[in-house]
């Protein structure tokens, strides 16, 4: 039996869910962990980006704080074949229904949660960045 996209998306996004899809403003699908305390409930979706490209994102990013650039280990989240950077820097926020919407359209693939230390971390970063608007930092706190 399939599962309608909407009862799947709103029934399962809890803190640390991650999403691989093709964000409108990158050019390639990525991994994506949501981030705020209470997303079932809320409005606006956090999203924060993973990418392999570790030393790039240190050269692009060394004006930050170190922690903002968290390194999750393949050990870490099984989905990671290699060390990969999540980004505190820059957050996306999109609502349940474009998540909804690109599910639907095959163009979304729910991945195996990430666990709440890694979360946690995740939210540090994105307060200690100094690029993230306060009211994002608001609705971590």
Request: net charge positive.
């Amino acid at each position: 039996m399939d599962i309608p996209p909407e009862v799947e998306i709103r029934a399962s996004i809890k803190p640390g869910s991650v999403y691989y899809f093709r964000h409108d403003e990158i050019p390639r699908s990525h991994y994506f962990a949501v981030i705020n305390k209470n997303p079932s409930s809320e409005a606006i979706i956090l999203l924060l980006c993973a990418s392999s490209q570790i030393e790039k994102k240190r050269l692009w990013y060394s004006a930050c704080p170190p922690e903002t650039l968290v390194i999750v280990k393949p050990g870490q989240y099984r989905d990671f074949s290699v060390p990969t950077v999540i980004n505190c820097n820059n957050v996306f926020e999109v609502t349940i229904q474009h998540l909804v919407k690109k599910r639907a359209d095959g163009l979304l693939e729910l991945r195996p949660d990430m666990s709440m230390p890694i979360v946690e971390a995740l939210r540090r970063g994105v307060l200690a960045s100094p690029l993230v608007e306060l009211r994002i930092k608001a609705m971590l706190q």
